[in-house]
């Protein structure tokens, strides 16, 4: 007998450029951001379970090596936070002996929602095998991360992003691992910031012209 017919995914990470998104009465967020924002990308629930898979993955591929976590701040402290919450029950449920350290560096490239040619790096004095990342838009940032981490010559080096975006001019950076492949929209939430603002909210949303005027500098 042939094997029963698969149909292929309806829904795949790539998130499609007509993608309506939720509704933000569909949950709650703060007060202060009732009249900024558009939709609802990605609910925190969904980021948090995509996530747990990443980690899934990250483990499969890592082998017996210790891990160094350099998690790139601001936007990616709560993906670096629940990768790593989730690598660790991962290895105390395993029968391997695996440590995890984690260091931290602050890059800035951003103006408004616009990416900026000077890039700076604060902080990190490890070196690493695993970045987390918050969100790879032109690939810029992420490609002088990189050649700043070489220097150090790790065994190996791994970035899992939680969001790609779907920019006009990428840089044709790839991590080997990420979350979702987003429209080339500017989002914020779980950490993700528009001028500091909006790191206070749970889900990934779009924000609107209204949150774009107020918050602008
Ligand atoms: P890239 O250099 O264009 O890849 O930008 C990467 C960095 O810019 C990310 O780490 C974010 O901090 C920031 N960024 C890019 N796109 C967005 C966005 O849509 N919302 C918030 N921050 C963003
Ligand atoms: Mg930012």
Redesign the pocket.
Known sequence: PSPPHIPPPRHSRGISDDWPGYSLDLFTYPQHYYEDLDYVLIPHGIIVDRTECLAKGIMQDIGDNNIVVLC?LK??YKFCADLVEHIKTLIRNSERSISVKVDFVR?K??HN?Q?TQDMQIIGGDDLSKLTG??????????KALLNNIDKYKPKMIKVASLLV?R?SQPDG?RPDYYGFEIPN????GYA???NEHFRDLNHICVINDNGKGKYEV
């Open positions: 790139v936007g990616g890059l490239s951003y929602d990416s990342k918050d969100i790879i838009g032109t690939g810029r940032t992420m975006k920019t950076y929209l500017f989002v914020v993700l910031d528009y």
